[in-house]
């Protein structure tokens, strides 16, 4: 009993509680988010097509991503609904589909529409040599395990999306303004970088163009990210400064700016790198009328949190990493490096003091 009382007293000192407090709420996140991951992993659905042992002869799909232009190919990434072996049977899995282009000039196939595709899809092999790209646990990351490569007469259109959900209304919002920028830009290259400026559209941009920007460093600015995102943002906030000197204009700009925010993320198609950018905005409008003090590095994590929720396995993506790490180098740095360089000219020591964040 002397050894109980003694754990509760000492319990009680905030020497014990606070960080006591910490580590389990670390260790609930952990088990949290591996719970979450692997409700996510599809190969463990009992349905999955990774499970199938008998020969396929032809299965239906839903069409998941926009087709996307490749060198000799259309790729497309589908999701299988039922397989036929000797007979009809659902099943679960993605697998990315390549349709040559010698069959096809343009795929008319829609994000959403239904699909019947001959042949067997096959799963993923790892690589023959060792420190080779791994291409099958790169897709893993993203739940598909199977490829197919095949010809445009072996897909059936079977019927055009049902359900419009919200996906597919951005999926033809991005097409109807590719539309409007190849209508109103002459040139293929200027119509290509336009459409890779503006909407991260970057299929029609050739192989040197890519490597002169690659080579100046200016790669970054053809892919929509926290860039644009953030000009989008200084726009909308200089724009909107006049009604500062009003009390009720707080929340209407923080409603605003998110909702522009989001009808460009809506516009380029809801692409992974514009999600986290617009998210680490929202958050930093939504907390400015509460007059909350927006530290960044809780922003990031919350942003961070947030995306995860909603896919656990964006951890694992590149652009994820880099998009984060790059936001903290810079304000990890900013204020370091402003301090040791000594700017004469007023507008740049203006343009170096700017926070990099509102």
Known sequence: MH?????????RSKRIIKPVSGVLGLVFVFLFGYLHLHLNTQKRNQDHLLNEKDRIVAYEAIVRTAPESKARSWKIQVEVVQIKTDQWKPVSGQVMVYVSKKSIDKVPWL???RLLIKGSPNELTPPANPEEFNFKRFLSFRNIY????????????IDHAKRNGFLYYSHQVRAWATNILRTYIPGEQQQAIAMALVLGVTEGIDTDLQSAYAASGAMHVLAVSGLHVGIIYAIILVLFKPLKRFAWSRWVIAVISILLLWIFAFVTGLSPSVLRAVTM???IAFARPLGWRTNIYNTLAASAFVLLLYNPYLIMSVGFQLSYLAVLGIVYLQRPIYNLIEIE???????CRLPVYP
């Open 3 to 11: 050894i109980i009382f003694r754990i509760f007293f000492a319990f």
């Open 281 to 283: 905005f929202s958050f």
């Open 345 to 351: 000219n007023r507008v740049g020591d203006w343009i």
């Open 146 to 157: 199977h490829q197919q490569f095949i010809m445009a007469d072996q897909i059936q259109l």
């Open 111 to 113: 994000y959403g529409d």
